[in-house]
């Protein structure tokens, strides 16, 4: 069974710095990983897609890296901004299973 | 607008009471999923199905029941609203072609049982 776990569950970090969340799974037989952001109240967006045949992806100050042998992921935010505080999500895609198993979150508080 | 749309967003039931929650994507995805999220938890799986006419149980699926008549439509329906299905329910699709697979959410279900 894929279980995945992401630390720390809560990080509070002043504006401007960079920062890093981990995402760690179980099982390496993984389709693809998903990172996504949640704000209070609302649903899921997704940040990066990264394919299990590929090593990183980025979109803006967002990079995701994807090391499946070790069973890690990690999303790397640039120069972080009050705007990026969120709950961040991470998603492994089963190859076999034809589903996701969601990690419990990160919660991101960026002071001004 | 193309995406997930889920209704009702907002519900109240009594304890023993029944209720469909309503799922619907216009991208044509084979694969579709409801999601549970509890406070400050992330999502468990209740229920996903590859395609019309089958559907699969998740990781929490008791009290709970599905159906995948159409590509389109997969609804979650509670039978005997109990307070430990106080949540917020999540609907999601996507399709296995390479290179894709992005999982697309609706907006959310917010159900409280009392």
């Known amino acids: 069974k894929q279980e995945v776990t992401q630390i720390p569950a809560a990080l509070s970090v002043p504006e401007g710095e960079n920062l890093v969340l981990n995402c760690s799974f179980t099982?390496?037989?993984?389709?693809?990983l998903q990172w996504f952001r949640q704000d209070p109240g609302k649903g899921l967006t997704s940040l990066l897609l990264i394919q299990s045949s590929q090593r990183e992806q980025t979109s803006g100050r967002l990079n995701a890296s994807l090391d499946k042998s070790s069973g890690r992921s990690t999303l790397y935010i640039a120069a972080s901004q009050p705007g990026d505080s969120a709950t961040y999500l991470c998603?492994?895609?089963?190859?076999?299973?034809?589903?996701?198993?969601f990690g419990d979150g990160t919660t991101l508080t960026v002071k001004p | 607008n193309a995406g997930v749309t889920q209704t009702p967003k907002f519900r109240i039931l009594k304890i023993g009471q029944s209720m469909t929650l309503q799922c619907t994507q216009d991208?044509?995805?084979?694969?579709m999923y409801w999601y549970r999220q509890d406070p400050g938890m992330g999502l468990k799986l209740i229920y996903y199905?590859?395609?019309?006419?089958?559907?699969d149980k998740g990781e929490v699926p008791n009290g709970y029941n599905v159906s995948r008549s159409t590509t389109e439509d997969f609804p979650l329906r509670l039978e005997l609203a109990a307070p430990s299905q106080t949540s917020v329910y999540f609907c999601?699709?996507?399709?296995?072609?390479?290179?894709?697979?992005?999982?697309?959410f609706g907006a959310g279900s917010r159900l409280t049982v009392l």
């Open positions: 998603a492994v895609y089963d190859t076999n299973a034809g589903k996701s198993t």
């Open positions: 991208m044509n995805h084979n694969y």
């Open positions: 199905s590859v395609g019309a006419g089958i559907t």
């Open positions: 099982d390496s037989a993984i389709y693809n």
């Open positions: 999601a699709s996507t399709d296995r072609l390479p290179g894709a697979n992005v999982l697309t």
